[in-house]
């Protein structure tokens, strides 16, 4: 069983809806989680940072984490094309060495 | 952009060849991380180095082997290369470790092993 899942899609949903990616994890240790945006060919970039287990809100981005029931979750509002991406959930433990976990990425389509 | 730089972008060699790919850091970074992203087994560690020292060791095979330079900047060196070596090789930078934790993901070498 792999520490953190992902459902791998892919999603695809019209301008303007409502997107919600969802990641389990096993592993209590993990402290951060973060999600990324992948476009194609190209590396990872940073969206959401958490470490607290509650919600987070940037911009048209929403972060959630409820560490009780190891689940993470990135909310995106009033989709837009050029939100079509993969979308990857990563986390870490605490602690000098903060290497990243990441889950396999979501891939999703939004059409105008 | 993210401030961290790769090089080359593709690589394509023979089987059994060795390969060098290299990272620069973001300026004032001082940890640099060694990803590997193939269709099969999505985004992996590899290894981390941190002001010159390694400091954590992932997934990564006795065939490769890193360093960071006194610059900041590090090299990933892959031998004995198989074909399913071939993947996204991602270099990423963090600052000194502190309250929030974040790591930024330079564009990536592509490498195919034929």
């Known amino acids: 069983q792999k520490e953190v899942e992902q459902d791998p899609g892919p999603l695809s949903v019209p301008e303007g809806a409502i997107v919600s990616l969802n990641c389990t994890y096993s592993?209590?240790?993990?402290?951060?989680f973060m999600w990324y945006r992948q476009y194609s060919r190209k590396g990872p970039e940073l969206l959401m940072y958490?470490?607290?287990?509650g919600n987070k809100e940037d911009g048209r981005f929403t972060a959630q984490v409820d560490k009780s029931s190891k689940y993470i979750s990135l909310f995106i509002r009033d989709s837009q094309p050029s939100d079509s991406a993969t979308y990857l959930c990563a986390m870490s433990v605490s602690g000098s060495a903060r290497q990243l976990t990441f889950g396999s990425g979501t891939q999703l389509t939004v059409l105008p | 952009d993210s401030g961290v730089t790769q090089t080359p972008k593709h690589l394509i060699t023979a089987t059994g060849q060795r390969v060098t790919l290299r990272c620069s850091p973001r300026s004032g970074d001082l940890s640099v991380y060694w990803y590997q992203q193939s269709l099969d087994q999505g985004l992996q560690f590899l290894i981390q180095y941190y002001n010159g020292e390694e400091r954590a060791k992932g997934n990564i095979l006795e065939r490769f082997s890193a360093q960071q330079f006194p610059d900041l900047h590090s090299e990933l060196n892959l031998s004995s290369l198989e074909l399913g070596d071939s993947a996204l090789y991602f270099c990423?930078?963090?600052?000194?470790?502190?309250?929030?934790?974040?790591?930024?993901f330079g564009p990536g070498t592509r490498l195919l092993v034929l």
């Open positions: 592993n209590s240790a993990f402290q951060y």
């Open positions: 958490t470490y607290s287990s």
């Open positions: 990423a930078s963090s600052p000194k470790a502190g309250v929030q934790e974040t790591q930024y």
